[in-house]
């Protein structure tokens, strides 16, 4: 069966079993105000997934009990094609979006973080269908910039709280991200594009829609491409990705609709930095994949110094031990590093209204990924005998080894969303259920000591010379919700109030011939309530006051390098009868203002969220020793977000947004007997910056673009002791396009310039990389992209 039948051979049985109960399919489909989307029908002037200009830079939310904000398909095709939804949002109150690329798609760099919350905390669904925590070497899901081609996304919403009460999520202590694909065009349409621009930078993309085929037939078919060189250091990243999607309108019985989309993605990482070796080598120190031979010299002058330091000969005869000009450490750089992901998703969902007052969503869904992470290291050389990548035997010891960490996981699940209208009630009532397994292995591949490498990180690789681990976890989610909206004073004051439960049962085993460190076993995470509650009350037609109160439990992971399992077996066994999964206690409450083209609102909260587990770094990340996991405590966050949005004459609108977070950790970490280990009660949470300030101006008239944005960020730490941090910064991008209108060969061009990092800023983007330690510098940290510019042209037939 070839993998295309075996995916949606895989998604039909959670399309049929969806029928048999009630989820959430998306927050289009919720009915309570905090769960609609943030749309609003004098705000959104161009419909998504459309090129024409007009709209709104941000709709605020109005009509929702809850702080939630949307940026759609025209403010996203204002940034370079191909940049990430994600960074389309940085703009957002309460946002801290990172990125060490220019389109925010390499995800080894790649941050997202909502009030204090990172991206592991948060939730993440595309159509409903969940993405899990989108974090590196995700266990549970997959990165929007793989799940979907981003001139496909029509909407994104963003919930800094704790998000709708039936998304599909069991990580979202801090809010929400939801994703909503663009639908099959009416007409008949053909649109293609291409970007070009700095480092060597090409990227196409091209899309068909069928048009109205007859009774409400129609669908899209599209693809996109994306290969650039690294802009420091040696290396390419390339992505293909597809995607298909199909809907038939049944008329008064509803629709149904089907998706697929494809991704191969592969990358050649950059190099993780530490404070002392961007002070002796600068941000534009990389690893050195140009120069095989030095990479040999570094690791065998390494090789012999820890021989001198054990008191046993040196391995490397006639090396020494001193390092090359410029080198202070092994970890100063090395040769290679490189992330492979390919990801098929699809999902059939139906829309159906059974009567008048009941409505039922449902969709069934299936995810095949295969991944690998590579290092060549230092750490482990290889011995005389392995394997090249052909078979062939490698006759020589070198000192350096390719080092992998190997993904395969197939999930699919099913979610639907029963929704009853009656008077001033809706009711609605919901579950989802997922069943994941995913494999994961570290293993190691022989190097060759010669002028030239034998292996390619931008390869899968086969014949390893070891196996440290090869794990098979596996995750069942079931997970619920009910909720009642009522509607009083022509809607002028609405409540909603209801609760959500997940029980999620995780298993880890060990396959056979691996003596293997990590842990195996069962846990589980049960919470069947989740309180939420809100209020809306409109003072008058332009201004709003909301608030609202929601509890979320995160779910543990199941996985050999993040969650309980990435312990040692006697590690897990002492922690397993006493962990406690996260939990978060959101208030907030604001007020939104809206006269003529201006548009406002504020809002405040409160964040108790206890639980804490914390995983502390044992060594450099290439190393890969397993993280020690415990409970640490609380961390008590308050804050306010303020967001404006002025349109001053029909061609020119601002928008701007400050965020104030104090996140601190309210205890110290303890020992097993009470001692204070690490000192952190009152420190200011990791990657948290306490000030944030965006703000864009945009400027539409008769087919002429032109965007400037502006960003700053205050200092953050990346240790728990506060002892060490990366200073803030501001950064600036900017576009300027045109589209011709006229009739001729021009009619429906575009052409569209756009500048990243317009002030050529240096500076320090994602912290964090390789994990937080309690104090000391730590090789954790990225450089930001410096200027890129690029020119980018389309067409549409």
Not at 17 to 25: G, K, S, V, Y
Not at 203 to 227: C, P, V
Request: aromatic share 10%.
């Amino acid at each position: 069966m070839n993998r295309l039948s075996s995916l949606l051979a895989g998604a039909a049985p959670y399309a049929v079993a969806a029928c048999a109960f009630a989820a959430p399919l998306s927050a289009q489909t919720a009915t309570d105000p905090s769960a609609t989307p943030a749309t609003d029908a004098s705000a959104t002037a161009t419909a998504p997934g459309t090129d024409g200009a007009g709209g709104d830079i941000v709709v605020l939310g109005f009509g929702q009990s809850r702080q939630v904000q949307s940026v759609s398909a025209v403010d996203l095709a204002r940034l370079t094609p191909g940049s990430s939804p994600l960074k389309a949002i940085e703009k957002l109150p309460g946002v801290n979006f990172q990125a060490s690329d220019p389109f925010g798609a390499y995800e080894w760099a790649v941050r997202i973080s909502l009030r204090g919350f990172n991206q592991n905390q948060l939730g993440f669904t595309l159509d409903g269908v969940p993405l899990g925590d989108m974090s590196y070497g995700n266990v549970n899901g997959l990165h929007i910039s793989r799940a979907i081609i981003s001139e496909n996304v029509a909407r994104t919403d963003v919930a800094q709280g704790a998000g709708a009460l039936g998304t599909a999520s069991t990580s979202n202590l801090g809010g929400t991200i939801e994703f909503f694909s663009d639908k099959p065009r009416d007409v008949m349409n053909v649109t293609g594009g291409g970007t070009y621009g700095s480092d060597n930078t090409y990227r196409a993309f091209a899309r068909i829609d069928s048009g109205d085929l007859g009774s409400g037939l129609k669908g899209y078919l599209s693809y996109g491409f994306l290969s650039t060189d690294k802009w420091k250091g040696d290396g390419v990243q390339r992505q293909h990705q597809a995607n298909g999607k199909i809907v038939k309108d049944l008329g008064s019985l509803g629709s149904l609709t089907a998706f697929l989309n494809f991704s191969d993605r592969r990358e050649q990482d950059y190099q993780d930095l530490s404070l002392d070796i961007i002070r002796r080598r600068g941000l534009g120190n990389d690893n050195i994949a140009n120069n095989y031979p030095l990479a040999l010299q570094i690791a065998k002058v390494a090789q012999n110094q820890a021989a001198v330091a054990g008191g046993t000969a040196q391995p490397w005869a006639g090396v020494g031990t001193t390092f090359p000009a410029g080198f202070g450490t092994v970890d100063d750089a090395y040769y290679d590093a490189g992330g492979l992901r390919r990801d098929y998703l699809g999902g059939v969902t139906f829309d159906a209204n059974l009567t008048p007052e009941l409505t039922l969503s449902t969709t069934g869904y299936y995810h095949d990924n295969k991944g690998q992470g590579s290092w060549i290291t230092p750490y482990s050389p290889t011995p005389a005998g392995a394997a090249n990548a052909d078979g062939t035997p490698i006759t020589a010891a070198s000192p350096l080894g390719f080092r992998t960490t190997e993904y395969a996981m197939k999930r699919g699940g099913a979610l639907s969303n029963l929704a009853y209208v009656h008077g001033a009630n809706t009711l609605e009532l919901g579950g989802w259920y997922e069943t994941n397994t995913f494999t994961q292995a570290r293993r190691f591949y022989g190097m060759t000591d010669s002028a030239t490498p034998n292996r390619d990180t931008l390869q899968f690789q086969s014949n390893p010379y070891a196996t440290q681990w090869d794990g098979k976890y596996t995750t069942d989610t079931i997970q619920y919700h009910v909720g009642d909206t009522i509607r009083l004073a022509d809607d002028r004051l609405v409540l909603n109030a209801g609760w959500k439960g997940f029980y999620v049962t995780n298993r880890a085993i060990m396959l056979p011939a691996t003596a293997s460190p990590l842990a195996v076993g069962k846990i589980s995470a049960k919470d069947w309530f989740q309180p939420q509650a809100g209020i809306l009350f409109k003072l008058a037609p332009g201004a709003e006051l909301f608030a609202d109160y929601k509890e979320n439990v995160r779910a543990y992971v199941s996985s050999a390098t993040t969650g309980p399992f990435s312990t040692t077996q006697a590690g897990f066994d002492a922690i397993r009868g006493q962990l406690k999964p996260e939990r978060s206690k959101t208030a907030e409450g604001g007020l939104r203002f809206r006269e003529g083209p201006f548009q406002a609102s504020a809002v405040g909260y409160y964040i108790d969220f206890s639980n804490r587990l914390l995983g502390f770094s044992n060594g450099a990340g290439i190393i890969g020793n397993p993280a020690t996991l415990n409970n640490v405590g609380s961390v008590h966050t308050y804050g306010a977000e303020v967001a404006v949005n002025y349109r001053i004459f029909t061609p020119l609108s601002l928008f701007a947004s400050y965020s104030y977070n104090k996140s601190k950790y309210a205890d110290d970490v303890l020992s097993a007997s009470g001692t204070v280990l690490v000192a952190t009660d009152g420190k200011m949470a990791v990657d948290s910056p306490e000030h944030m300030l965006k703000g864009e101006i945009v400027v539409e008239q008769s087919g002429f673009t032109g965007r400037v944005g502006a960003d700053y960020m205050s200092k953050r730490y990346f240790t728990y002791l506060n002892d060490q941090s990366v200073p803030g910064r501001v950064l600036v991008d900017a576009s300027i396009g045109y589209r011709f209108e006229g009739e001729g060969a021009l009619h429906g061009v575009s052409i569209l310039g756009s500048v990243t990092n317009l002030t050529d800023k240096k500076y320090i983007s994602t912290v964090g990389t390789n994990g937080f330690t309690a104090s000391g510098d730590n090789q954790t940290l990225l450089a930001g992209t410096p200027r890129q510019v690029f020119i980018s042209l389309k067409k549409g037939f």
